[in-house]
């Protein structure tokens, strides 16, 4: 049973362009998200995170939304630059006794041209 | 000092051996992770220390054996491994079971290859 999903395993987007990853979670118990950026070989890197209390959350480029109704939530990029490319994680966590348990998503390539 | 330091980056193991994977931190983080990652897979959580104490076993087969000798320091024993457990194994810290929202800093892993 996949929690968390990455539905596009990939993205192309012209440099200087809007990159937007989707993610979707079935667990309602979910209440803090994270984006991951990885490049082949390395660990992930943290980008940002939300908390279910809020619906969007914003760090220079980077923005998340999140729709909990929906149990949606996306990444967006402005402006895209060329080293923005790398494989992108979408992940969860329900606090308590899952403290620091993260449910990945399957990841979505980004490549961004220049 | 914002690093997850994980040692070595490589391994080849045969399946008699045993091997150790190393991983550091100096942020005062007090909650620290095992997490394996196959090829074109997301990572998957193995193993949980807080406050230098296992509060997280996934079910890891015994052939994995964690230790966490001191709040900066985790290893990952290996012994008997199978050619499957072939992966990039990820260590990550966080601040600790205290804080809200805890966000995982992660090294850069241990690439591990079994023969």
């Known amino acids: 049973d996949q929690q968390v999903k990455q539905n596009s395993p990939s993205l192309s987007v012209q440099e200087g362009r809007i990159s937007i990853l989707n993610c979707d979670y079935t667990?309602?118990?979910?209440?803090?998200f994270l984006w991951y950026k990885k490049y082949p070989a390395e660990g992930p890197t943290f980008l940002i995170s939300?908390?279910?209390?809020?619906d969007k959350n914003e760090d220079g480029r980077f923005t998340v939304f999140l729709n909990k109704s929906a149990k949606h939530l996306s990444l967006h990029i402005v402006p895209s630059q060329p080293g923005d490319s790398a494989v992108y994680f979408c992940?969860?966590?329900?606090?308590?006794?899952?403290?620091?348990?993260?449910?990945f998503g399957q990841g979505t390539i980004l490549t961004v041209h220049p | 000092d914002t690093e997850v330091t994980q040692t070595p980056k490589h391994l080849v193991m045969g399946m008699t051996n045993k091997k150790s994977l190393k991983c550091e931190q100096h942020?005062?983080?007090?909650?620290m992770y095992w997490y394996k990652q196959k090829a074109k897979k997301p990572p998957e959580l193995m193993f949980v220390?807080?406050?230098?104490?296992?509060?997280i076993n996934e079910s890891v087969p015994s052939r994995f054996s964690p230790e966490c000798p001191n709040s900066s320091l985790l290893n990952l024993h290996l012994h008997a491994l199978q050619p499957e457990d072939s992966a990039l194994y990820l260590c990550?810290?966080?601040?600790?079971?205290?804080?809200?929202?805890?966000?995982?800093?992660f090294g850069s892993g241990t690439q591990l290859s079994v023969l």
């Open positions: 992940a969860a966590s329900q606090g308590g006794t899952s403290y620091g348990k993260l449910t």
């Open positions: 942020m005062g983080h007090r909650a």
């Open positions: 990550a810290s966080s601040q600790g079971w205290t804080a809200t929202n805890e966000k995982l800093f």
């Open positions: 220390y807080s406050y230098e104490k296992l509060s």
């Open positions: 667990n309602s118990m979910f209440d803090y």
């Open positions: 939300i908390s279910s209390i809020k």
